[in-house]
T-cell receptor
Framework: DAKTTQPPSMDCAEGRAANLPCNHS???????VYWYRQIHSQGPQYIIHGLKNNETNEMASLIITEDRKSSTLILPHATLRDTAVYYCIVRASYNNNDMRFGAGTRLTVKP | DAGVIQSPRHEVTEMGQEVTLRCKPI?????LFWYRQTMMRGLELLIYFNNNVPIDDSGMPEDRFSAKMPNASFSTLKIQPSEPRDSAVYFC???FGSGANQPQHFGDGTRLSIL
């Protein structure tokens, strides 16, 4: 599976957009980009995923660059409850059941 | 909608005791996964089932670990005998199918402490 690189931490002001970057420069054509988050003492929460196109759901938007080597998760209006560790994962179709979480980005939303 | 339900949320027991963790997947999901999370090793896949059948148990650390899925709505992970190094948070996840395009949804885990 392709390796991902994320900044270890970020801050965001409440009500502003949080933009979390992820680098996956070795991604293959059949690998999906997934985003999860984990709030302390809870299980990982699925946010969004995509292959090539940008995606949007009720939680967030996922922007994938045209060369697919990086992506950005956007939380449009961050709240204090969005404070969590955010994980970017690349998931291959041939070994698609092992969700390899890296160190992630610790996002702190500040009032 | 009910998510993945795990029980117990916390378990503290003495070394050598049998431990049974339980999981109820999301209704309609036919793939179920057991993970273990520690600070040192992060999240590790232990075993996964598809349509109640174990498909890959290569992540199960030792013969002390066993998992069953007697029906589509229930799975157990058993450790016998337990050891202090088994202390971790154990997560169950489920998905609709096991394809790379199917997100896994996690429960809130069982925090296991072996004394």
């Amino acid at each position: 599976d392709a390796k991902t690189t994320q900044p270890p931490s970020m801050d965001c002001a409440e009500g502003r957009a949080a933009n979390l970057p992820c680098n996956h420069s070795t991604i293959s054509g059949n690998e999906y980009v997934y985003w999860y988050r984990q709030i302390h003492s809870q299980g990982p929460q699925y946010i969004i995923h995509g292959l090539k196109n940008n995606e949007t759901n009720e939680m967030a938007s996922l922007i994938i660059t045209e060369d697919r080597k990086s992506s950005t998760l956007i939380l449009p209006h961050a709240t204090l409850r969005d404070t969590a560790v955010y994980y970017c994962i690349v998931r291959a179709s041939y070994n698609n059941n092992d969700m390899r979480f890296g160190a992630g980005t610790r996002l702190t939303v500040k009032p | 909608d009910a998510g993945v339900i795990q029980s117990p949320r916390h378990e503290v027991t003495e070394m050598g005791q049998e431990v049974t963790l339980r999981c109820k997947p999301i209704s309609g999901h036919n793939s179920l996964f057991w993970y273990r999370q520690t600070m040192m090793r992060g999240l590790e896949l232990l075993i996964y089932f598809n349509n109640n059948v174990p498909i890959d148990d290569s992540g199960m650390p030792e013969d002390r670990f066993s998992a069953k899925m007697p029906n589509a709505s229930f799975s157990t992970l058993k450790i016998q005998p337990s050891e202090p190094r088994d202390s971790a948070v154990y997560f169950c996840a489920s998905s609709f199918g096991s394809g790379a395009n199917q997100p896994q949804h996690f429960g809130d885990g069982t925090r296991l402490s072996i004394l």
